[in-house]
């Protein structure tokens, strides 16, 4: 045991661990670098704790509140750091206190929407409705995820190609598990005789989904129909399309 406290040893994977000096064999271990356990876990803790509190704050979310609204009037690339610093009132280094660059303010805009979006459906899969009453409310509550985060969830449509590589893995793990959760539900109406048995199921969970996600092009929040109506009439010309017939 050190004198300064537990350690633990990295060993040879870890880049720059190793001197490159000539004759020196892998068993010389005078080159490992020491860690401490404690203060490592601790630090990284604290660093998440940190990070939380500074997304959590009203200040914070009013920053991610306008970039949204400015990154649908203007489009992501047109609207600059200086335009959100300007709609908050803020100067641009300030800003910065609270988000690290446009494109974390763009996830940020997207993150939080798509999350909780996900919860409700889970809650939705583990209920005791129907089939046909979970495509009813699955639909219901992709729309009014809509509009309760309207223009976030537009943004989120409209820009996420402009994510970063690593982001956009995620979001394309989360697109694919939340595409399942649909699909599972056709799969049970079909199971249970309430679906039509020759349907696609994958395609047709793209079809709905895309017929939802369409409204980012023509949807207005306070507009003609309101988001109930809406989601209805969109519930019903799916169900018409692939509830069993009777003859």
């Not at 004759?23 to 404690?38: E, I, K, M, N």
């Not at 649908?72 to 690339?77: F, I, L, M, N, P």
């Not at 495509?135 to 509550?141: D, P, Q, T, W, Y």
Request: neutral net charge; proline residues 4%.
């Amino acid at each position: 045991m050190n004198s300064q406290g537990p350690y633990t040893c990295l060993p040879s994977v870890l880049p720059n661990v190793w001197s490159k000096s000539a004759g020196r064999s892998r068993g010389d271990f005078s080159r490992v670098r020491y860690l401490p356990v404690q203060s490592h876990t601790y630090g990284r803790r604290k660093v998440n704790e940190l990070e939380g509190e500074r997304m959590s704050t009203p200040r914070t979310k009013e920053i991610i509140a306008a970039a949204a609204k400015l990154f649908k009037e203007k489009g992501y690339h047109a609207t600059t750091i200086q335009d959100v610093a300007d709609e908050v009132g803020m100067l641009k280094g300030s800003l910065y206190y609270h988000i690290k660059s446009k494109e974390e303010l763009l996830y940020l805009v997207t993150k939080e929407p798509i999350r909780e979006l996900i919860e409700r459906q889970k809650k939705l899969m583990e209920s005791d409705l129907s089939p046909q009453q979970k495509i009813i409310e699955f639909i219901r509550l992709h729309l009014q995820a809509f509009d309760e985060n309207y223009p976030h969830m537009f943004v989120f449509l409209q820009e996420k190609a402009s994510l970063s590589e690593p982001v956009q893995a995620e979001v394309a793990g989360i697109d694919f598990r939340y595409e399942a959760m649909l699909e599972a539900i056709l799969r049970q109406g079909v199971d249970g005789g309430h679906f039509r048995r020759e349907l696609d199921l994958k395609m047709m969970a793209f079809s709905i989904l895309g017929m939802c996600n369409w409204m980012f092009k023509w949807y207005y929040k306070g507009g003609r129909l309101t988001i109930d109506e809406i989601g209805h009439q969109m519930a019903e010309i799916v169900l018409d399309g692939i509830t069993t017939r009777t003859l």
